[in-house]
């Protein structure tokens, strides 16, 4: 990554921000300077209709970017393409281009857009109309379409905008309705796909499977244009997003200012402790509105990025209090920005800041998406936002071209936040990771399976579409358990009601808890069954659209837990009690003295009780539940120690081991921390995964440590971690020993999520077992690599 010394400006900012922290308790870990970018033009395709190209420039658009007619000439020869490119670098016009040519020229020609938000759909409608291309008809069909224009939609659009839900749940369901729409079929343009990840991108990965399978059937074969920040082969994800080959464009032509960056450690607090008495830092919140408060006093547009709704109000009224105290003239320049907005309120709140009249807004990544807010002078990143891609497209907003801003990331007391504030290469010169997605989880495909079978009978040809072999095999369970019926012809859902109410596709697909308010019967929303005990549990403070609730009461049996409005000071998290089992191991590495898994597990765990903590990281008491136990099946990663290197048996006098006593808490420790640094290798959140950790294992014999993945069937996240096992531990060795607390915090060892109240814990144990591990891998030459399927490494199936 090119660096430049031209950032005035942005230093500014920063020695702003800073001002008069004591030297001693400096913030700031790391600062680069990010190099400005020229634009680089390309000439208008030929086969653009005049009409096309004149709305174009009268909205602005003289000359395209070079990346633009790269992605849209591809998508006019009929090939899937991937655009994907940094902020603000006008991919909207990389598919408008290809797709308004195609029903200009085209009268019978449809195109479906799709975004994972309303308001990223919306935004893009609202361009699209504006350019008031003739003939086009664009409509928007969503859930908040109203029953009155949905026939007109349905009959009469042409372009399309919607979403994944409401493909799945309206459009594919409803096919013969929807013929004139599915035989025109030119484009789907697919947005912001990199957000396509885990379990939900393996069901929209299915969708589109469902989607081409529909299409086809009315004579369309549609091509697929998606759009995409920054990522790791963006061809070959696309590739296993859409079913179909694909080809990438990457060569950003779009100009960009100059960027400084900053990396900011909030200091401990010494008035404060947490759990077991271990050192707080500063909230990243609490930081973000202090810098967001100092910039607005410098006149700087600036947004902060939070990673709760309720985190984002919260940073902005902890500016406007900081501002009402010294420069009470600027209070009303800082608002709050989130999902849940009304739509007038959303454009009014992007209007005044785009405008001037607001200088500083705390928002959620509703601000990320492709919403058109871009050239500010600064951006606050309260937290790593989860995945790389995420960081660069926050971070883009900063920047106009030929002026220099300044980006701020502000660490969370967490693993990995402390590990990116002490590793700037991990962030800045990185490789964009990829993203995970896993079609072929039986627990996601069955569904879909049924839902396609309904829709159409699936045909044996069509299975190569679905997973070939592993769709055929979800096939016969779902005949076995009388849901599909196999006949000479194919599979065909045989009950009088459709499948697809019942499938969440941005859940797990297990069966959804409404929660529903006590007072007024109203049903705010749904989590997943499998997550229930742990989100929504009597006592739970529940988040929706920034209204604060609390969980009265939870009945499993009945699908329902009744909440009440409430705003309580703190917020909670639940304790488990968990044990897991090896079901098969599908890889193992075999070094000396430590062998290296992957396989199916089955994770029993029990909802014990709940922590009530303030914002500032304290916690109030922990309250004692009585809940059932739950099984998940699912994917994990773990690694296992014998005895003899562990302890350091048989070794010299002064060898590396671990004192026996010691053994449980440094294995927890270690298990602590790799569960905080696997989201640096795997696009997911700590929430995403879990852990166990014991001192020996029943399944294994020995010193134990599993890092598997939250969802059934497993998201990919464990494979991604066994694939990655040496730079993944090698970068969780570095977060702990980085850590400046002498044993043990929230930002190295600790778990906000631990089931054993993080005990025990031993930080310097941790350490050892990491340092053991490494060693030993590194130490092999050409490990033996014992590939089994099915089957456990003694040949049994683990326990029943």
Request: charged fraction near 20%.
């Amino acid at each position: 990554m090119t660096r430049s010394g031209t950032a005035a400006r942005a230093r500014h900012l920063l020695a702003r921000a800073t001002a008069g922290v004591p030297d001693d308790r400096y913030p700031v870990t790391h600062i680069a300077d990010l190099a400005a970018r020229e634009a680089r033009f390309g000439d208008w395709p030929e086969w653009v209709p005049p009409a096309v190209l004149d709305a174009f420039v009268s909205s602005g658009v003289e000359k395209p970017w070079s990346h633009q007619v790269e992605a849209a000439s591809a998508a006019w020869s009929r090939r899937n393409v991937v655009v994907a490119t940094g902020t603000s670098s006008g991919k909207s016009l990389a598919y408008q281009l290809p797709v308004l040519s195609t029903l200009t020229t085209d009268s019978k020609a449809t195109a479906l857009y799709l975004s994972p938000t309303k308001a990223l759909s919306g935004d893009q409608l609202r361009s699209v109309c504006d350019m008031d291309v003739a003939g086009v008809r664009p409509a928007r069909y969503d859930g908040d379409t109203p029953q009155s224009e949905r026939g007109w939609v349905r009959d009469h659009a042409r372009w399309v905008f919607s979403n994944p839900d409401m493909l799945h749940r309206g459009l594919l369901p409803a096919h013969p309705r929807w013929a004139r729409f599915f035989r025109g079929l030119s484009y789907v343009v697919v947005d912001e796909c990199h957000g396509y990840r885990g379990v939900f991108g393996s069901h929209v990965a299915l969708l589109l499977r469902r989607l081409r399978r529909v299409a086809r059937r009315y004579g369309a074969d549609p091509v697929f244009v998606l759009a995409s920040a920054t990522t790791a082969d963006p061809a070959e994800f696309a590739t296993r997003l859409i079913g179909d080959d694909c080809v990438a464009v990457t060569d950003d032509g779009s100009p960009h200012g100059a960027r400084t960056v900053a990396l900011w450690e909030p200091p401990l607090l010494d008035e404060l402790t947490g759990e077991n008495d271990a050192p707080v830092r500063r909230s990243a919140g609490a930081e973000a509105a202090r810098i967001l408060a100092e910039l607005v006093i410098e006149g700087a547009r600036t947004l902060a990025f939070v990673r709760s709704r309720r985190g984002a109000e919260l940073t902005a009224l902890a500016a406007k209090r900081i501002l009402a105290e010294v420069a009470p003239e600027l209070a009303d320049k800082v608002a709050a920005y989130r999902a849940g907005y009304l739509p007038e309120e959303r454009r009014e709140v992007e209007a005044a800041l785009l405008g001037g009249e607001l200088l500083g807004v705390a928002t959620t990544n509703a601000l990320e998406l492709g919403v058109d807010i871009s050239g500010l002078d600064a951006v606050v990143l309260a937290g790593y936002p989860g995945t790389l891609a995420s960081f660069w497209q926050q971070s883009g907003r900063a920047g106009r071209a030929g002026e220099d801003a300044l980006v701020v990331f502000v660490a969370r007391d967490d693993p990995l936040d402390t590990y990116l504030a002490h590793h700037p290469k991990a962030l800045l010169d990185r490789p964009v990771e990829a993203a995970v997605l896993d079609p072929a989880n039986p627990y996601v495909l069955a569904p879909h399976l049924a839902c396609a079978a309904a829709e159409s009978a699936l045909t044996t040809p069509e299975l190569d579409d679905f997973g070939g072999d592993a769709a055929k095999a979800v096939l016969d369970s779902l005949v076995a358990d009388s849901l599909l019926r196999r006949r000479p012809s194919g599979w065909y859902w045989t009950a009088r009601d459709r499948p697809h109410g019942d499938v969440d596709i941005r859940g797990s697909g297990a069966e959804q808890i409404a929660v529903v308010e006590s007072d007024t019967s109203r049903l705010l929303g749904t989590v997943d069954g499998a997550s229930a005990c742990g989100t929504v549990h009597p006592g739970a403070v529940y988040l929706h659209r920034g209204e604060s609730y609390v969980v009265d009461e939870l009945d499993l049996e009945q699908g329902i837990a009744f909440v009440h409005a409430e705003d309580p000071e703190w917020s909670t998290s639940a304790r488990d009690v968990v044990d897991i089992e090896v079901l098969d191991v599908s890889e193992k590495l075999v070094y000396d003295g430590v062998t290296v898994n992957l396989g199916h597990v089955a994770v029993t765990s029990r909802v014990v009780g709940y922590l009530r903590r303030l914002h500032t990281g304290e916690v109030l008491d922990h309250v004692p539940l009585d809940l059932p136990e739950q099984v998940l099946h699912t994917r994990a990663v773990w690694y296992t120690i014998d005895d003899q290197l562990l302890c350091g048996q048989g070794r010299e006098p002064g060898g590396t081991g671990v004192e026996p006593a010691r053994v449980p808490g440094a294995l927890h420790a270690a298990e602590h921390a790799a569960i905080g640094l696997l989201p640096l290798f795997a696009t997911c959140d700590r929430w995403d995964i879990g852990g166990v950790s014991t001192a020996v294992h029943a399944d294994t014999g020995e010193a134990t440590v599993f890092v598997h993945d939250g969802h059934p069937g497993g998201a990919g996240f464990a494979d991604r971690g066994f694939a990655a096992f040496v730079p993944w531990l090698t970068a969780t060795r570095e977060a702990v020993i980085s850590c400046e607390c002498p044993a043990g915090c929230p930002s190295c060892v600790q778990s906000p999520k631990c089931g054993n109240g993080n005990e025990p814990l031993d930080k310097a144990g941790a350490v050892a077992v990491l340092d053991l591990v490494l060693a030993a891998v590194g130490a092999a030459t050409g490990p033996a690599h014992d590939h089994t399927h099915d089957q456990a490494a003694d040949g049994s199936t683990g326990r029943t």
